[in-house]
């Protein structure tokens, strides 16, 4: 699920932003943006400030952007992986598509109930002397408690809407949000506890000998102080340590044969 | 395995019972997906490899700069001396480790500390190829407001900056030109030993030459207790490197922490330098001005005598011009007639032949260097007359006229006319024609002038001409100094410690005296013989202890 068309993302990205697309041609990108996505993308606070305290509605800038590197022109932004635009775009994403309820869209004229799952999508690092990173997308059925591995994958052909479809109602959780999320919790300690971890030994050992070399450096002299603040850092770039960091999560409200 | 230590992350659920509780804002499903599939490409799956080259597609990294990174970050833990020779890239590699750490979220708070008149050039480096959003220091930012700052020393060390710096945790520190910390006793080693960082990068072209003590403290800023304590350390090897025998475990040390890629291993080396030395003579008028000054001693002081014989060897404007200012009451019947004679002087012999020169380039782009502004302004001048067009560039050029004579020349000019002061920090890649129009008298100097064009990314083998003019001072230089010491066809990255080695502090007043303390030429020529002489000595001796880091 890993983005593999950067031009059909920033199409989706700036749709599903309401932008108008002006141009839309092989490798360039015309998009008229949205007073918000101005705000977001094109760094002029202060002409935002300026323009509404004058009482003008304001005129949000259109943005071309490359997507092929043969057809850049000088004149546009190449926008690439690593490039600062993309960058902005990605972390505005991460900061404001975090929280979701959601409710799979049922065609029916009968009462159809939708079961309650919190899902949410977690990145693992582990940081030994180097570090990676491993993503785990969980999901939790909130009335009966079975657990799900790969809901995003499961999901992406699915529509899902924050609406509820006619005729749809919801089954209320049995779980309360606190405890699931502490079984997800728990399974991903395990998880992470069943692996083999050589990186992390690796990581201990090498920090023991570089403190090991540091107190014969400072054998001879009184400068304990230094020698503390040299372990702390050799501590700090050591010392192995994992890390759970929800990407984003939810409430979504499945029909009974979902997943 | 027990005992490692997890973070969890608390604030999610709560924020999202909140979120929950005021009914939203919610994600919409592509919007949610597409949160996901961006976390999922920006992650490193893997504790080996460079993410960054992922993300600088603009780059074009040469292979040893490659390597280079991942032995700094997978080998050595992102503590490491670059040590790389002159015109290599060292900069490309520290920015390539420092986006590599930056990107996998390693390091968020960065202190880059290079010389003052650098500053610039790394900010714009930094930014412009690997989007490292660094500032340069200014008064109004306090120290804890941005991530990436580059400041010079002088700064950083200087009351208030010194107290807030140290009270910062930098994720990386990098000190570029850190053969100037080498000195255990100096306040910058200790401020620099004091400041609280996790990775570390100390950048120096000149590690090995210097004696090894030195080498000594630079690794105790990354590595302290890599290479013993320092009594034992002086006790095993001695303060002195001309003493030193070679020592196959000691040599295993060093390389642990440091990585120095030269020309010749890297896929640098197929650039050639190709030399040629353009001899011309002066016409009898010339010649007949020449040596009215040369006897002029009773005249001028000897120093200065020098300087008009080299000026009139670039221009009749550069000699003429000092001539003018040193006329007063005493010299004006002595001085007069030699302006007139020089104000009667036919175009510079060099000057047609730089123009023949260019003619022969084609279109190429040529850059010109030249010690003496008023050689400058009067090149350009006659250039143009023959339908050449050039810009000049100066070291005192603010820095948007810098980057706007650069455009110029790399887009209309086809020649560009530099003096000294210009020779360095600007790259010029893009060109590989270079007329040396007179010599420095240093050759550090002319090394420097090489490198703007001999460096990491120039495609083509590089044309380097030199003219000099025969039976003038010019001539002792070229085949007695440089010459001899080889110095156009072989890099000698370390000449400047080569110099400290033999305590030349300034090669150029070096040279000077010996013109002005010789009775004759011949004794000048054996005089400048024996000082290349003793270069080529010491040299021969560095070269022998290169193993110490290859």
């Not at chain 2, 709560?14 to 999922?40: C, R, V």
Request: hydrophobic share 35%.
């Amino acid at each position: 699920m890993e983005i593999n068309d950067l031009h059909t993302f920033l199409y989706d990205y700036f749709t599903a932003h309401h932008c108008e697309i002006v141009l839309n041609q092989n490798g360039m990108l015309t998009v008229q943006l949205t007073e918000e996505m101005d705000r977001a993308l094109m760094n002029r606070p202060f002409y935002w400030h300026y323009i509404k305290k004058m009482g003008h509605p304001g005129e949000p800038k259109q943005l071309t952007l490359i997507t092929n590197p043969e057809k850049r022109d000088g004149k546009h932004e190449w926008i690439h992986y690593g490039s600062p635009r993309l960058h902005q775009i990605v972390n505005h994403l991460r900061d404001h598509e975090k929280y979701t309820k959601l409710f799979e869209r049922v065609e029916t004229y009968k009462n159809q109930a939708l079961f309650p799952w919190l899902i949410a999508n977690i990145k693992i690092s582990y940081q030994g002397k180097q570090k990676k990173d491993e993503m785990v997308s969980i999901g939790l059925h909130l009335v009966n408690g079975t657990m799900r591995l790969k809901m995003m994958e499961e999901l992406q052909y699915k529509e899902l809407q924050n609406t509820i479809s006619d005729y749809c109602y919801t089954i209320t959780p049995m779980i309360k949000l606190h405890s699931g999320f502490k079984r997800i919790e728990k399974v991903l300690e395990t998880y992470v506890d069943d692996q083999d971890h050589d990186w992390a030994l690796q990581s201990q050992k090498t920090m023991a000998e570089e403190i090991d070399l540091l107190s014969h450096f400072y054998k001879n002299k009184t400068d304990e102080e230094t020698m503390q603040k040299e372990i702390s850092e050799i501590k700090k770039r050591y010392s192995p340590y994992i890390k759970f960091d929800v990407i984003n999560g939810g409430l979504f409200y499945l029909a009974e044969n979902a997943v | 395995m027990r005992h490692i230590d997890i973070q969890k992350d608390t604030s999610f659920v709560n924020e999202f019972e909140e979120t929950l509780h005021t009914e939203g804002p919610f994600s919409s499903w592509k919007l949610f997906q597409m949160n996901y599939q961006a976390a999922l490409t920006t992650m490193a799956p893997s504790f080996e490899g460079l993410k960054a080259l992922d993300y600088l597609p603009q780059m074009d990294f040469m292979e040893h700069q490659i390597s280079s990174a991942r032995k700094a970050i997978e080998e050595m833990n992102g503590r490491a001396i670059l040590a790389d020779e002159v015109g290599l890239g060292k900069t490309i590699e520290a920015g390539l480790i420092l986006k590599e750490y930056m990107l996998r979220g390693l390091v968020k708070k960065a202190l880059i500390i290079v010389p003052a008149s650098l500053v610039n050039q790394w900010a714009k480096e930094l930014n412009e190829k690997f989007y490292i959003p660094a500032v340069t220091f200014r008064k109004s930012y306090p120290w804890d407001q941005y991530d990436v700052i580059i400041t010079s020393i002088d700064t950083a060390k200087r009351s208030p900056h010194r107290e807030q710096i140290l009270e910062q945790d930098y994720d990386m520190l990098l000190v570029d030109e850190a053969h100037k910390l080498k000195n255990h006793k100096t306040k910058n080693f200790a401020f620099v030993k004091s400041l609280k960082k996790k990775y570390c990068l100390l950048l120096t072209a000149t590690p090995v030459q210097n004696r090894l003590v030195e080498i000594f403290n630079l690794v105790s800023i990354l590595k302290p207790g890599h290479l013993g304590d320092y009594d034992s350390f002086l006790k095993q090897y001695g303060k002195d490197r001309n003493s030193l025998k070679e020592d196959a475990y000691l040599k295993q040390l060093v390389q642990k922490v440091m990585i120095r890629n030269t020309r010749q291993n890297t896929q640098f080396d197929h650039i050639k330098r190709n030399i040629e030395t353009i001899w011309l003579d002066f016409g009898s008028e010339e010649k007949k001005v020449y040596e009215q000054l040369d006897n002029s001693t009773d005249t001028f002081p000897a120093f200065s005598k020098i300087t008009l014989l080299r000026e009139l060897c670039s221009s009749r404007e550069a000699c003429y011009l000092s001539l003018k200012k040193m006329i007063n009451a005493n010299t004006e019947q002595k001085v007069e007639p030699i302006t007139t004679a020089i104000e009667q002087l036919p175009q510079h012999v060099k000057a047609a032949k730089t123009v023949e020169l260019i003619k022969q380039f084609n279109d190429r782009k040529v850059i010109i260097f030249t010690e003496y502004r008023a050689t400058q302004v009067y090149l350009q001048w006659y250039l143009k007359e023959n339908g050449i067009l050039s810009v000049p560039y100066r070291g005192g050029f603010n820095k948007g006229k810098k980057d706007w004579m650069r455009q110029l020349f790399e887009t209309k000019a086809q020649v560009l006319i530099a003096t000294e002061a210009g020779g360095e920090g600007i790259n010029l890649q893009f060109c590989n024609y270079l007329i040396n129009y007179d010599l420095p008298w240093n050759p550090m100097r002319l090394e420097q002038r090489i490198g703007r064009v001999h460096r990491y990314g120039q495609k083509n083998d590089v044309h380097i001409f030199n003219m000099a003019i025969r039976g003038t001072v010019e001539e002792h230089i070229m085949t007695l100094l440089y010459e001899k010491i080889k110095l156009f066809e072989q890099v000698i990255g370390n000449l400047d410690s080569i110099l400290a080695e033999l305590n030349i502090n300034d090669i150029e007043s070096e040279i000077q005296s010996i013109f002005s303390t010789s009775s004759s030429s011949g004794e000048a020529k054996i005089k400048l013989n024996n000082l290349s002489s003793v270069i080529n000595l010491t040299h021969q001796q560095a070269e022998q202890e290169e193993h110490y880091g290859n």
